[in-house]
């Protein structure tokens, strides 16, 4: 298995919904991010849980969470989020530093959030 | 901290020609990656090139290959015997953290592959 897979594809919520965008990846990788992509505009990274250790972008507001369940998964839980939000989200993972892969990051196809 | 600078908005080529993307970044790191990704309309992120910038040769992957300059930090992407499928839009990226910081992405460029 050579993919990351995100759920849902699409996800229409309104300003005081919860919802949760998944993240799944089963080539062993030890590094998982999430970036924000607005239309005609570059990836800006949001999370990184790399190593068992999470980092975050402090520009991020906090009705973003992300959760790590096990090396596989990683979630982003949205709450109260507003319309300039919408965006896609895009996960990806890597190996981390070491092997002829380190440093590559391999990218789901997006889960396309508009908030209302 | 890393920057990544692509100058050109949007890049025209008649299919069956070769086109040179630009890119230019800095950083403070001896020890560091550079990418060029693709986004086509599908929206998926597709790793196109990879380089590591202690190699002095420049990587190649099929019509793909990269114009290095560690000197000028300058990583330009060329594309030769362009197809309707590269049609695209292509951003250059650094990586330096070993995974810990993901990727600096430039701007973009949209690519478009004249029939």
């Known amino acids: 298995d050579t993919e990351v897979t995100q759920t849902p594809k699409h996800l229409v919520m309104g300003m005081t919904n919860k919802k949760s965008l998944k993240c799944e990846q089963h080539?062993?990788?030890?590094?998982m991010y999430w970036y924000k992509q607005k239309a005609k505009k570059p990836p800006e990274l949001m999370f990184v849980?790399?190593?068992?250790?999470?980092?975050i972008n402090e520009s991020v507001p906090s009705r973003f969470s992300p959760e790590c369940p096990n090396s596989s998964l990683l979630n982003l839980h949205l709450h109260a989020l507003q319309p300039e939000d919408s965006a896609l989200y895009l996960c990806a993972s890597s190996q981390g530093r070491e092997g002829p892969g380190a440093n590559v990051l391999t990218f789901g196809a997006g889960s396309r959030l508009t908030v209302l | 901290a890393q920057t990544v600078t692509q100058s050109q908005p949007e890049m025209s080529v008649q299919e069956a020609e070769t086109v040179t993307l630009s890119c230019t970044y800095d950083t403070s790191e001896s020890d560091y990656y550079l990418f060029w990704y693709k986004q086509p309309p599908s929206r998926q992120m597709i790793l196109v090139i990879r380089?590591?910038?202690?190699?002095?040769q420049n990587a190649t992957e099929n019509r793909f290959s990269v114009n290095f300059q560690k000197a000028a930090k300058s990583f330009s992407l060329k594309i030769s015997d362009s197809q309707l499928g590269d049609a695209a839009m292509y951003f250059c990226a650094s990586e330096s953290g070993g995974g810990a910081d993901g990727l600096t992405f430039g701007k973009g460029t949209h690519l478009i592959i004249q029939p």
């Open positions: 849980y790399s190593y068992e250790k999470l980092s």
């Open positions: 380089q590591e910038a202690y190699k002095q």
């Open positions: 080539m062993g990788h030890r590094a």
